[in-house]
């Protein structure tokens, strides 16, 4: 089945220092691939995705590059700042569906 | 445009109750997906409904069940609740069943006693 696998947090930085977080997944085909951002005692918000193999998805300085050939989807952001502490859940979307497969999440704290 | 909208916000039910979540998508949306997101299991896709129809389920038993109304806004429902049903409940919307793109609410947030 399909799955994806997310490096545990926590992760801590200090503000303006580079963030890196490191997604592969598991599927057959071509899934669909996404960022999504939960702050504390909210919902979920899309920050990023990819359709299709080499697609760069960008939003409010995070990236992250489809590669099929390493299965990976890694999010980088190249200076954080306070307010992107949160927690970041890589997922995928296998087809027609909203079936979104999740990772476990990796909980970023910015101290500045 | 409004969000999707989920009520209640909070829920307090003792074991053997059931319970009736509603989720309002954001307009125009026709597809509203419902996930369970626990700390020991993270977030876990139930199910996916589409013009009243279910379309999709994931691997939950036959106590957690879903409706949509024609109006597009959806129930889920928990029959004989068990303490380890105690979790976020989050609805999607999206506007087709292949947009890629969904959108969350905040969530329903269960304690079962």
């Known amino acids: 089945g399909n799955s994806v696998t997310q490096m545990e947090g926590p992760v801590t930085l200090s503000e303006e220092a580079f963030l890196t977080i490191n997604c592969t997944y598991t599927a057959t085909g071509y899934p669909s691939l996404f960022w999504y951002v939960q702050y504390p005692g909210e919902g979920l918000q899309l920050l990023l995705k990819a359709t299709k193999a080499d697609d760069k998805g960008s939003n409010k300085g995070f990236e992250a590059t489809y590669r099929k050939e390493t299965t990976s989807f890694h999010l980088e952001k190249g200076s954080v700042q306070v307010s992107d502490s949160a927690v970041y859940f890589c997922a995928l979307d296998k087809a027609a569906g909203n079936k979104l497969t999740f990772g476990g999440g990796t909980r970023v704290l910015v101290k500045p | 445009k409004a969000g999707v909208t989920q009520t209640p916000r909070y829920l307090i039910k003792t074991r053997g109750q059931q319970v009736t979540l509603s989720c309002s998508p954001i307009?125009?949306?026709?597809?509203v997906s419902w996930y369970q997101q626990t700390p020991g299991q993270g977030l876990q896709f139930l199910f996916e409904?589409?013009?009243?129809?279910?379309?999709n389920k994931g691997n939950f038993p036959g106590r957690f069940s879903g409706r949509q109304f024609s109006n597009s806004r959806s129930e889920m429902n928990v029959s004989t609740l068990e303490l380890g049903d105690s979790a976020l409940y989050l609805c999607?919307?999206?506007?087709?069943?292949?947009?890629?793109?969904?959108?969350f609410g905040p969530g329903t947030r269960l304690t079962v006693t």
């Open positions: 307009s125009g949306h026709r597809s």
């Open positions: 409904y589409f013009s009243e129809t279910q379309r």
């Open positions: 999607a919307s999206s506007s087709s069943t292949d947009s890629y793109e969904q959108y």
